[in-house]
């Protein structure tokens, strides 16, 4: 059972998750993986890079470490680094954020045999808005040295995840392209390297309950698609003629309806508030919300239900039926003011399989509202071991 409180045009989609199989690769020693940038290597990224990871190793072949800490440059963590011309930074020191990186790491893998190293980097926003591209790559390839010898190693691997598409200078941030393609040209041109792209995964609720479009951080679930993004580039860069199980980085996230092709809950039992039997396609009541059709920008296209606003909310309960293991729940959303379609205040969902509602989240929609969703300022907005 899933109820839904919300006051819109709307229509639904869930999906669930595979069943993972057993570990793939086997090699002598533990995989360290290194996690660490600004605040958008947030749970559940680490996580999620962990879960698949270790379906790909097995959970005892691998070691998770990750340290984050919001809005700082690169030069907390390369010690050496130097500033671009006509610069002149704060006088904090640098390197601190990289020190304490590696006493995390020094307790994690202490007495423990190292198959393989790799550095999962998001980080560059605000070496970005400072105007510090010039010495980005050089910087990251510093950090890179600073690992090889602290760790006695002759290779790590990375993988970089580009910053994504709010970072443009078309938008105002002064490097935004230049860190861009320092990302991009240390993947590709590196034989250690790899990277990923973001720019899909920014249009949503972020993790202060605002919705964005193409904003600067991501939603829950596109931190879940990009830790499994980390991983699978991270066990290829380990293992090249890996054949690996797409169960393992199963993790989806739905930038616009067009994306979804089929979900769980089409053709399943729904029931709740009634909509607006006088609006366009009101009249064919709950049901048309899970029929797998999703309405375009036009609201009288037949495909939208409306919710008149209540005190009490939109509640909507769909059935699947059977016990069922949900991996993302989904809500197309129209905003048209002339329609009077607006965006709704606030959203809660919660689950049951014995007629016992449980709370998976609650979330405020329509501006500032923060529910627990990461430690602002800690120095453990991922946390590791």
Request: with cysteine; hydrophobic share 40%.
């Amino acid at each position: 059972m899933m109820r839904h409180r919300m006051p819109w045009l709307l229509a639904l989609c869930i999906s669930v998750s595979a069943c993972l199989t057993t570990p793939v690769l086997a090699q002598n020693g533990k995989h360290l993986f290194i996690l660490s940038g600004q605040s958008n290597m947030r749970q559940p990224l680490p996580d999620a890079f962990k879960a698949s990871v270790s379906q790909v190793f097995g959970q005892d072949k691998v070691i998770v470490v990750t340290h984050a800490h919001p809005s700082q440059p690169i030069r907390r963590w390369y010690k050496n680094w130097i500033p671009p011309k006509g610069v002149e930074p704060d006088e904090k020191p640098n390197g601190t954020l990289y020190d304490a990186l590696m006493k995390r790491v020094a307790k994690a893998i202490a007495g423990k045999s190292l198959a393989s190293v790799t550095f999962i980097w998001m980080q560059g926003e605000a070496d970005a808005g400072q105007g510090w591209g010039a010495v980005y790559e050089k910087s990251f390839l510093g950090v890179l040295e600073q690992f090889t010898r602290d760790l006695k190693r002759d290779r790590i691997h990375f993988v970089l995840g580009r910053i994504n598409d709010y970072w443009l200078a078309s938008k105002g941030v002064k490097d935004g392209d230049v860190v861009r393609a320092a990302h991009v040209k240390l993947g590709k041109d590196h034989p250690n390297g790899d990277w990923v792209d973001t720019d899909d995964l920014n249009t949503g609720v972020n993790p202060w309950g605002i919705y964005e479009i193409d904003g600067g951080h991501f939603p829950t679930p596109a931190y879940r698609v990009l830790g499994q993004r980390f991983a699978r580039k991270a066990c290829k860069l380990i293992d090249p003629d890996a054949q690996l199980d797409d169960r393992h980085f199963g993790a989806v996230f739905c930038d616009t309806a067009d994306d979804i092709k089929s979900h769980q809950a089409i053709g399943k039992k729904i029931s709740g508030t009634k909509p607006d039997a006088k609006r366009r396609g009101g009249g064919k009541g709950l049901p048309a919300l899970l029929d797998g059709k999703y309405g375009s920008a036009d609201p009288t296209d037949g495909h939208w239900l409306a919710f008149p606003p209540t005190p009490k909310g939109v509640e909507l309960v769909v059935d699947l039926g059977s016990r069922q293991s949900v991996t993302g729940i989904g809500v197309d959303i129209l905003i048209n003011k002339k329609a009077g379609a607006l965006f709704p205040k606030s959203m809660a969902i919660s689950m049951s399989d014995d007629g016992k509602e449980s709370l998976l989240s609650k979330t405020i929609l329509s501006g500032g509202g923060f529910e627990g969703l990461l430690e602002w300022g800690s120095m453990d907005l991922a946390k590791g071991p």
